[in-house]
């Protein structure tokens, strides 16, 4: 692990007076009091990277779910649309094989005599 310089600021705005620069040792608490250590520190940041990397397994779980769903919709959708258009090719068929079988029944190809 590479060392590195954190920068904390704090800004206390109207909590001291300009007057008031004495009463600055009342405000600051001694080290004893201060709750968060610099272990502490580490063990929250090592919880939330822990956090972090379970969150990219489930997203790289879930995108690999997403794909293969996509894969066997994009599939499933040739398969519909292959034979949906067989099957309005065949209907077209057995229509103009229907029309032409029912022109031929009326037509009537004998010479009438008057």
């Known amino acids: 692990m590479s060392e590195k310089m954190v920068f904390f600021e704090v800004i206390t705005e ?3 007076q300009d007057t008031a620069v004495e009463d600055w040792a009342q ?3 001694p080290d004893e009091l201060v709750d ?3 272990d502490d520190i580490r063990d929250s940041m090592d919880g939330v990277r822990r956090r972090l990397e379970r969150s990219m397994q489930m997203q790289t779980m879930l995108r690999a779910f997403e794909a293969r769903d996509r894969n066997l919709q994009e599939d499933n959708l040739f398969r519909v649309t292959f ?3 067989l099957n ?3 209907m077209m068929v057995v229509a103009l094989v229907q ?3 029912l022109r031929s029944l009326f037509n009537d190809k004998r010479k009438v005599r008057t």
């Open 99 to 101: 029309v032409y079988l």
């Open 88 to 90: 309005m090719l065949v």
């Open 14 to 16: 109207g909590l001291l």
């Open 36 to 38: 968060f250590k610099l």
């Open 27 to 29: 405000v600051v608490q």
């Open 83 to 85: 034979w949906s258009s």
